[in-house]
């Protein structure tokens, strides 16, 4: 008898550590609609010259920092999807805490975190407005896949290393980027030259 309740224990605590808490769940759908806002503010209104406009301090244009958070977007949801047909790492911890990996992701002075060509934007987005629904389509199916899932997220990671992360971590970093490409497209628009419309 004792056997078999310490095994449906065991079972109870696997399938709890495997499932998003409320408090992991809320954390990262904050993060994720906050910065949805923070991108959408900063494009909106913005005039095909200044969409265009490109400052020799910057690597990209307004419209080629959102092409490549769109990218990103996609990019993580295919990590994760990969991450989640691997086995589960038992026991394994995150090499970084959430509030630390997102400052981290956030800060526009850090080099980037993920170097793929895959990423480099290509001029495939004509205006804000076009940018806009492709991010929106693209952050609302996020926020609504970590509001739903019971996709064991903390369990499935990246092979150990200094930036190893959960596939939880991926969206949190996935905020944080955002946030960093807003930084400096607003680096962009106090940029001397910058079009007046």
Known sequence: ????????????????AQTLTQGER?????????TRKMLLDAITGLSPAQWNFKPPTEAW??????EHVILTEDYVRRHVEALLKKPPASGRQPALGNDTLYSRA????????ISDPSLEPKGSLASPEQAAQAFRERRDRTIAYIASTTDPLR????????????????????????ERCVARINRIKAAPGFPAR
């Open 106 to 113: 956030a800060d526009p002075d850090q080099p980037p975190a």
């Open 155 to 178: 369990a499935h990671a990246d092979p150990d290393g200094p930036e190893a992360l959960d596939a939880y971590q991926w969206f949190i970093r996935l905020a944080g980027h955002t």
């Open 61 to 66: 244009s307004i419209g080629q920092y959102v």
């Open 26 to 34: 809320d954390y990262a759908m904050s993060q994720l609609h906050a």
């Open 1 to 16: 008898m004792k056997r078999s309740a310490f095994l449906l224990w065991l079972l109870a605590g696997s399938v709890w």
